[in-house]
């Protein structure tokens, strides 16, 4: 079946570091891919996603790249602030006829600090 | 505001009762997706409704249920309650129901069994 596999958390760092979180999947065909935040107290927010291969998703300075040689979604951020400590979920979605669901790894705490 | 929304944010109730959680999709949105999370499992998805009708099952136990009304709306009843169902229940709607494209979701109802 479908699953996500994300690097265990917290990542911890200070402010202004690179940021990197690790996403693979294992799917069957070309399945899209998401990250999503969740900030405490909140529900998910979509942050980017990628719909096929070699995409690049963008936003907020953050971006991912869809790798189907190495079935991975890795997140990055030159630079993280304060406001980015959140959990990080990765995702995917496979299916085109309906009856598609996203699947979500088990998410990676960030801790940035000042 | 995402535009999903969810009643009650929070809930406290004993052991052996039945709930019923809300939820009303983005406007225009006909997908509706229940969650839960917890800590140990993570974000489990529940079941999808479409347009009225279910759509997908996942990983819902007998004892759960879920509807979705001709306005849209959904409602996720919960029975004979344990202390293992608390967690946050999240809902999430779909512009479609397609790979390419992720959900919304709402702020989520935290439920506590006693």
């Known amino acids: 079946g479908n699953s996500v596999t994300q690097m265990e958390g917290p990542v911890t760092l200070s402010e202004e570091a690179f940021l990197t979180i690790n996403c693979t999947y294992t799917?069957?065909?070309?399945?899209?891919l998401f990250w999503y935040v969740q900030y405490p107290g909140e529900g998910l927010q979509l942050l980017l996603k990628?719909?096929?291969?070699?995409d690049k998703g963008s936003n907020k300075g953050f971006e991912a790249t869809y790798r189907k040689e190495t079935t991975s979604f890795h997140l990055e951020k030159g630079s993280v602030q304060v406001s980015d400590s959140a959990v990080y979920f990765c995702?995917?979605?496979?299916?085109?006829?309906?009856?598609?669901?996203?699947?979500f790894g088990k998410g990676t705490m960030l801790l940035v600090s000042p | 505001d995402s535009g999903v929304t969810q009643t009650p944010k929070h809930l406290i109730t004993a052991t052996g009762q039945r709930v019923t959680l809300r939820c009303s999709p983005r406007?225009?949105?006909?997908?509706v997706y229940w969650y839960q999370q917890s800590l140990d499992q993570g974000l489990q998805f529940l079941i999808q409704?479409?347009?009225?009708?279910?759509?997908a099952k996942g990983n819902i136990l007998e004892r759960f249920s879920a509807q979705q009304f001709p306005d849209l709306h959904s409602e996720l009843n919960l029975s004979s309650l344990e202390l293992g169902d608390s967690a946050l229940y999240f809902c999430?709607?779909?512009?479609?129901?397609?790979?390419?494209?992720?959900?919304?979701f709402g702020s989520g109802t935290r439920l506590t069994v006693v």
């Open positions: 999430a709607s779909s512009t479609r129901d397609t790979k390419d494209y992720g959900y919304t």
């Open positions: 799917a069957t065909g070309y399945p899209s």
């Open positions: 990628a719909t096929k291969a070699d």
């Open positions: 995702a995917l979605r496979k299916g085109n006829s309906g009856y598609s669901t996203l699947t």
């Open positions: 406007s225009g949105d006909l997908s």
């Open positions: 409704y479409y347009n009225g009708e279910e759509r």
